[in-house]
Nanobody, 120 residues
């Protein structure tokens, strides 16, 4: 069982930046890692994904060019750098992991989420 703990959420003004972290309880160097988000009243949606090797980053169209996912396997941690934030980025952000090569869905392990709020 893999436990994931997110951190780094908070309140920031539109146009600002935040960096989220997700640390796993076990070695995740062979896992696909992803970030998802859920805004109030909406379904959870895919944000970004990175392969076990750190390559093949994949982004939702809504965040492409503004968000960047990267990982440090030595620390069992995946990061989401969020720039040029918009009010519509407000959501609870979740980290996810899978022992298989996943992209936009199919992740087995999920964190509890961290709140990101962007003020206009």
């Amino acid at each position: 069982q893999v436990q994931l703990v997110e951190s780094g959420g908070g309140l920031v003004q539109a146009g600002g930046s935040l960096s989220l972290s997700c640390t796993a309880s076990t070695r995740t160097f062979s896992y696909s890692m992803g970030w998802f988000r859920q805004a109030p009243g909406k379904e959870r949606e895919f944000v970004a994904r990175i392969s076990w090797s750190g390559g093949s980053p994949l982004y939702a169209d809504s965040v492409k060019g503004r968000f960047f996912i990267f990982r440090d396997n030595a620390k069992n941690t995946v990061f989401l750098q969020m720039n040029s934030l918009k009010p519509e980025d407000t959501a609870v952000y979740f980290c996810a992991a899978s022992g298989r090569d996943r992209e936009r869905d199919g992740y087995e392990y999920w964190g509890q989420g961290t709140q990101v709020t962007i003020s206009a």
